[in-house]
C-alpha cells in the first residue's frame, strides 16, 4: 500500500529503532500530526500511531525515525490523491511558515532579516533537531551554501526535499523575497542547500 514508506523501513538498520540519537521537537511533531490523513493509520507502524493517537507536548523531544515515516506515507499519499509530486513540497512549506509564525519560535525567525537568519542556522536548526546538525559553508547577501549532517539512512531524498520546503518557508518568514533552496551533492550522511533569495 505504501512502497516508499516500507522502503524506507527496510533500509532502516535497526528498524525503527534506528537512530535513537536523532530527535524533533514536540511542536514538528504535532504540526506533521495534523496533516497526516487518518485513513492511513492501519499501514502505519505502531511507533508512528502512538504519535497521532497521543501527540507530544510542544516541548518535548521525539525520535525522528517515527517522524519521517509519518512524513513519508502522507508524502505518498497526497501524491495518490493530488497526483502531483509537489503536493507535499507545498503543504511542508505552508505548514512550516505557520509553525515559525507561532509565539515559540517568531523570535528565531521572524524578527530577523534573511542574512542574520543564515548566519545562526546552526542555532535555528539545533533548536528543532537533535543527532544531526546543519553548517553554513558560504554565504553572500542574497545566497547561502549549507550542509546537514546525519546517520547514512536517516534521510531519503524525498524527506531532504522537504526540509528544503521548510528551510524555504524560514527564509520566507525572515522577509527573503523569492526565495529557493535547491538540494545538491546528497551522499548518505551528508547534503547540501543552496539557497537564493532576492
Not at 511533531?29 to 501527540?55: H, T
Not at 513540497?89 to 505557520?98: M, P, V
Request: aromatic share 6%.
Amino acid at each position: 500500500m505504501l512502497p516508499e514508506t516500507c522502503a524506507y523501513i527496510d533500509a532502516l538498520p535497526d528498524g525503527l529503532a534506528s537512530f535513537p540519537q536523532c530527535e524533533v521537537k514536540g511542536s514538528v511533531v504535532r504540526q506533521i500530526v495534523e496533516g497526516v490523513d487518518r485513513s492511513l493509520l492501519s499501514a502505519l507502524p505502531e511507533q508512528s500511531r502512538a504519535l497521532i493517537a497521543e501527540p507530544p507536548p510542544v516541548s518535548a523531544w521525539v525520535r525522528e525515525v517515527p517522524v519521517n515515516v509519518l512524513l513519508i506515507a502522507t508524502a505518498e499519499h497526497l501524491v495518490r490523491v493530488s497526483g502531483r509530486r509537489d503536493a507535499m513540497i507545498e503543504r511542508a512549506f505552508d505548514a512550516s511558515q505557520q509553525l515559525l509564525s507561532t509565539p515559540l519560535y517568531k523570535i528565531l525567525f521572524l524578527v530577523v532579516s534573511p542574512e542574520r537568519l543564515i548566519a545562526g542556522v546552526d542555532r535555528r536548526w539545533n533548536a528543532l533537531r537533535r543527532g544531526s546538525r546543519l553548517e553554513l559553508l558560504s554565504h553572500s547577501a542574497q545566497s547561502a551554501q549549507l550542509r546537514a549532517h546525519f546517520p547514512t539512512g536517516l534521510y531519503t531524498r524525498s524527506l531532504l526535499e522537504l526540509r528544503a520546503a521548510s528551510m524555504r518557508a524560514a527564509l520566507a518568514c525572515a522577509g527573503a523575497r523569492g526565495a529557493e533552496v535547491e538540494l545538491a551533492a546528497f551522499v548518505g550522511d551528508r547534503v547540501d542547500f543552496l539557497c537564493s533569495w532576492r
